[in-house]
C-alpha cells in the first residue's frame, strides 16, 4: 500500500501513547478510530486529546480551527473489531506486555482489511514474536512514538524479520506525514534504539538514590545542569509512567541478563501506584 492510499488509522489503547498517537495522526489529516476496552478509559483519552489540542492552539502552536477539525476526525469505539473495520494502519499501543499485544492483535486480525498495515508502538518487545500470532507478518512492523507524541519530533519504524519493505517505506513515509522524523530500525532487539539506552539511564538514576549516593533532585540537577537534558532522569521518569520504564527492564533483564535487573526503587513506586504524572504522583507530585 502506498502512503497515499492511507485514510483511516485504527490506535489501540487510549492510554498515554494511545491518545497522543491518535491526536498527531488526526492533526494530520487522518479519519481515526481510537479503541480501548471500555467507555470510561476511551472516553478519558478522548478528553485528554481535547485538552492537548486546546493547550497548543492556547499556545499557538496551532489555530483554534485546526484542534477543532482534529477532535472532530476522532471517533471511540470499545469493540476491538469494529474499531479495526475500515482501517488501513492499525497502531497498537496496549499496554507493554507480550500476552496482553498478543491477545489483541489475535482478536483483530480477521476483522482488518486484508491490505491494512498493523504497526506496534510497543517500547521494546519483539517486533518478530508479536507479528508471527497473526497472519500478515508481512505487513507488521515497529512505529514507536515518545512521549508526549504531540511534542516529541522522532518515531522508530522498526523492521521484524518479516517484515516487508513496502511496509518499512510505507510507515516511513506515514511518520513523515504526521510531521515526524523516522529513524529505521533494521535490527529487532530488545529496547531497540532509544530504550536500549534510556532505561538504563534511569535505572542507575534509581540505583544511585537506592544506594544514598544521590538524591532526586541532585540526580535531576546533573542530568538537566550537566548533560543539558530537559528533563532530570526522575522526571522523565514520571513522564513516561514509571510503570512503563520497568516494564521494559524486566524485558530487558529476561532476555540480556542481570545488568538491566529493575532497581527496587522503581519497583517499590509501581507497587504503590505512584506511576508518575498519570497517577498524580511519582518521584515528584502533579496537580
Ligand atoms: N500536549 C499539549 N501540551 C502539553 C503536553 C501535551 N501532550 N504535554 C505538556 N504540555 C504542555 C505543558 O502543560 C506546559 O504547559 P504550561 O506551560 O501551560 O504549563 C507546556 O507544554 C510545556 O511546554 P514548553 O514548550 O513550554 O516546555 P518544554 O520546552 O520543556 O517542552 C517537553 C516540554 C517537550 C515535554 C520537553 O520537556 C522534553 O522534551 N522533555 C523530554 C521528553 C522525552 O525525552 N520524551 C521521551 C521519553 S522516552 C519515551 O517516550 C519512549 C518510551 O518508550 C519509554
Known amino acids: 500500500m502506498d502512503v497515499d492510499d492511507i485514510n483511516s488509522i485504527t490506535v489501540l489503547g487510549a492510554g498515554n501513547m494511545g491518545h497522543g498517537i491518535a491526536e498527531v495522526a488526526a492533526l494530520a489529516g487522518y479519519t481515526v478510530n481510537l479503541r480501548d476496552i471500555n467507555e470510561e478509559f476511551v472516553q478519558k483519552g478522548y478528553d485528554q486529546i481535547e485538552w492537548s489540542l486546546n493547550k497548543l492552539a492556547e499556545k499557538d502552536r496551532i489555530s483554534d480551527d485546526d484542534a477543532e477539525a482534529a477532535l472532530d476526525r476522532v471517533t471511540t469505539f470499545v469493540d476491538a473489531g469494529e474499531s479495526v473495520a475500515d ?4 497502531i497498537e499501543a496496549v499496554p507493554e506486555k507480550m500476552d496482553i499485544k498478543k491477545e489483541v492483535y489475535e482478536a483483530i486480525d480477521e476483522h482488518a482489511p486484508e491490505h491494512t498495515i498493523f504497526a506496534t508502538n510497543t517500547s521494546s518487545l519483539s517486533i518478530t514474536e508479536l507479528s508471527e500470532v497473526t497472519d500478515r507478518p508481512k505487513q507488521f512492523c515497529g512505529m514507536h512514538f515518545f512521549n508526549p507524541p504531540v511534542r ?9 524479520e518479516h517484515t516487508a519493505d513496502e511496509t518499512m517505506d510505507t510507515i516511513e513515509a506515514l511518520a513523515e506525514q504526521m510531521d515526524k ?8 532487539s530488545p529496547g531497540f534504539i532509544v530504550n536500549r539506552i534510556l532505561v538504563p539511564l534511569m535505572n542507575e ?12 533532585a541532585e540526580v535531576d540537577s546533573t542530568a538537566k545542569y550537566g548533560l543539558g537534558h530537559p528533563m532530570g532522569s526522575f522526571e522523565l521518569a514520571d513522564q513516561v509512567g514509571i510503570d512503563v520504564g520497568v516494564h521494559v527492564l524486566e524485558y530487558l533483564h529476561e532476555v540480556l541478563g542481570d545488568a538491566y535487573r529493575p532497581c527496587p526503587l522503581l519497583e517499590e513506586k509501581v507497587e504503590e501506584g505512584e506511576l508518575g ?4 504522583t511519582g518521584f515528584y507530585e502533579y496537580e
Not at 153 to 160: A, D, F, M, R, Y
Open 87 to 90: 482501517a488501513d494502519v492499525v
Open 152 to 160: 516529541m519530533q522522532l518515531v522508530e519504524v522498526i523492521s521484524g
Open 277 to 280: 504524572k498519570k497517577t498524580g
Open 205 to 216: 538514576a534509581a540505583w544511585m538514590v537506592q544506594n544514598d549516593y544521590a538524591t532526586v
Open 181 to 188: 522524523t523516522p529513524v529505521r530500525v533494521r535490527k529487532d
